[in-house]
């Protein structure tokens, strides 16, 4: 007990105290929320529901330096069907995250504005319980996103409180799809490919991602321990091939965050 | 930093949803989308059109006054399976929780050329069974093995029981009739015991956008021998109007094998990969998607002829199972 206490007290030393070391901001969420999803390849029908998003946003920054590394990683399973309520599909994903921005602190501290661009990496799957040769879809991509963020740090009730929003926008990138009426058993079974790694474009693959919370400190005093409430809206999204898919998640989040930097010694 | 932000939202602007737009869940509503559906995917309008004057739009303009906002859901389903019917495709289902429409046209105009009870006198009682394939040994030593559906799993172990099991026979017959597909995979593991080099058995395509004519090259479909036990001897293959998708695509590998006899009636046919989607109302719909060819290149859509052309006959005898004995034993 001793030294779980210990370790968080290291753990908790207030960042201004340790300069030199990288300041990282850890939330962990979870979200809760709608769902729709569109995919040609499945169905010419709009499906609606509500899933469920894991997500693990870190932030590392020195105080000396004005970039900060971002690493987030993002997980969430949707149950959704048609407007009928006949037949269903169910969606999944994950997302990860990294990439670097640049910041500026305004209006004395209280406000810090960052741009910079985030890499996504995204894995995932449309299944359609009812179909037979074209039940699902691989949903596979890398993009390039340009990202800005924007924080304010406030005064309400005797607490400081952070309000953040993030906006990650689409810019390139790439993407696994089948060709218009290509089964996946020509792909996998035969190995004849045509165009199933394609390159996107914020034309093609107008995707975008956004996400406004606030950190709440449970005591009137200066915390390293917030919780979180926000929202996350990614808006997924690609027309190549001919076929055309969205995936949009909205998710009202809540979390905590705290803020650390790791101190190494010399034993 | 302003070029930054004017930046974003250029790219905010230009980032527009992709969507696409909904028919009303309406008689007409459901009949434009399950007419466009099809008009956009399937994959044989050219070559029905060439065969039998298939025309997509007049099919539109003869269907379309048979529909209206005020007919129940009974008649809406006769009149949306009537134009299905004109596609002459047994690949093309519309289905509900109360019917499954259907054109199965190419075996009910046709004599069944099997019989049950016959079946049951050749089988007996003690036939052994793995996984979807029943066989036993026939009196003149012909090997006999019935696989009813493709849809009925076997594994590279069953076929190696089976054939070590009928090693010592003087021929064996393959009883698919009646066989409607399922798993290409089941109907492709067992044709690659009869393969003893690289061979070309057919092509396969797959359409690239919404036009009737939008189509992928040509890729070759090569079969490679299986790495398990395969079969030397001769082998008959006996098919009638019921042998349809995978099973009709069996057929056609197999006759392009040397040593391989088809004997009985026309294939059903049943070319076309089938893929599916769904209409407003929740009604799901299948069709052919992916055409796929004969090793000359020729469509097998409409099934293919027996090398020996015979039916089941009236007598106690199934004619077509002893045409194949006679022809084993020659």
Redesign the interface.
């Known amino acids: 007990m001793m030294k779980i206490k210990s370790l968080l007290l290291t753990l908790a030393v207030p960042y201004a105290t340790l300069s030199a070391q990288p300041i990282i901001t850890n939330s962990q969420h979870i979200g809760f929320g709608p769902t729709r999803v ?1 995919d ?1 390849y ?5 499906f609606k529901g509500v899933g469920l998003t894991y997500l693990s946003h870190t932030e590392r920054q020195r105080d000396s330096i004005r970039w900060s590394t971002i690493l987030e990683h993002e997980a969430n399973l949707s149950s959704v069907k ?6 269903q599909e169910l969606e999944g994903a994950y997302n990860f995250y990294w990439g670097k921005l640049y910041s ?1 602190q305004l209006l004395g501290n209280r406000l810090k ?1 960052q ?1 910079g661009g985030l890499v996504n990496a995204s894995l995932g799957f449309i299944y ?1 319980t ?5 039940p699902a879809q691989a949903r596979v991509s890398l993009n390039l996103m ?1 990202t ?1 963020v924007a924080s304010y740090r406030f005064q309400l009730f005797n607490r400081t409180l952070l309000a953040r929003y993030e ?1 990650s ?3 390139a990138g790439i993407r696994f799809s089948p ?5 996946y ?2 792909i996998f ?2 190995g ?1 490919y ?1 165009h199933n790694v394609v390159p996107t474009t ?2 093609s693959a ?3 991602r956004q996400m406004l919370t606030l950190d709440i400190p449970l005591t009137t005093h200066p915390s390293t321990f917030n919780i979180r409430i926000g929202y996350l809206g990614n ?1 997924q ?3 190549v ?2 076929l ?3 995936v949009y998640t909205h998710r009202f989040l809540i979390g905590f965050t705290k803020r650390f930097s790791i101190i190494h010694r010399a034993l | ?1 302003k070029k ?2 004017v ?2 939202v250029s ?2 602007l ?7 737009e ?1 028919r009303p ?1 309406t008689p007409t509503g459901n009949f434009e ?1 399950l007419w ?2 099809i008009d956009e ?1 399937y ?1 044989f309008f050219d070559y029905k059109q060439k065969t039998y004057g298939l025309d997509w739009n007049a099919v539109y303009n003869k269907y379309k006054v048979r529909v209206s906002d005020r007919m129940t859901e009974d008649q809406l389903f006769e009149v949306l399976t009537d134009m299905l019917s004109e596609l002459r495709d047994g690949h093309v289902n519309l289905s509900y929780s109360m019917d499954f429409g259907r054109y199965w046209a190419w075996q009910e105009d046709y004599p069944k050329n099997f019989s049950d009870s016959l079946e049951r006198r050749y089988l007996g009682t003690d036939y052994k069974i793995a996984a979807g394939i029943y066989y036993r040994i026939l009196d003149d030593n012909i090997g006999y093995i019935r696989y009813e559906s493709f849809q009925m799993p076997i594994g590279e172990g069953n076929l190696d029981d089976v054939l070590s099991y009928l090693a010592l026979c003087r021929g064996l017959i393959i009883d698919i009739r009646n066989n409607g597909g399922g798993n ?2 089941n109907a492709e593991m067992l044709a690659g015991r009869f393969v003893h080099e690289k061979t070309l058995v057919g092509y ?1 395509q ?5 036009g009737h004519n ?1 189509f ?1 090259s040509l ?1 070759a ?1 090569y079969m490679e021998p299986s790495s398990s036990i395969r079969w030397h001897k001769p082998v008959c293959v006996l098919t009638n109007r019921s042998v349809y998708s995978a099973a009709n695509d069996f057929a056609v590998i197999m006759r392009a094998l040397p040593r391989v006899t088809l004997i009985g009636d026309h294939t059903g046919g049943g070319s076309g ?10 009604w ?1 719909v ?1 069709y052919s ?2 055409p796929m060819y004969d090793a000359n290149k020729q469509h097998t859509e409409f099934g293919i002829a027996p090398d020996i052309a015979v039916g089941i006959g009236s007598s106690d005898n199934d004619e077509i199972i002893e045409t194949a004995r006679k022809y084993l034993v020659r």
């Open positions: 569109l040609t499945l169905s010419a029908e709009h048609d407007r009928v309520d006949k037949k500026w504005l741009a359609n009812s179909n037979g040769n074209n340009p800005g906006l926008l689409p810019l060709n218009y009426g290509q089964s058993y020509e079974s035969r004849n045509d914020f034309v107008p995707e975008w808006m999204q690609a027309k091939n001919g055309r898919q969205h | 930093m930054y932000i930046y974003l790219l905010v230009l980032a527009s949803c992709v969507d696409t909904e869940n989308a466009q559906i995917h994959c290409l995979a396969m797959h359409k690239t956008g919404t939008d992928s890729e479909r990969l089938p893929m599916s989607n769904s209409l407003p109302n929740g799901a299948r998607a992916c």
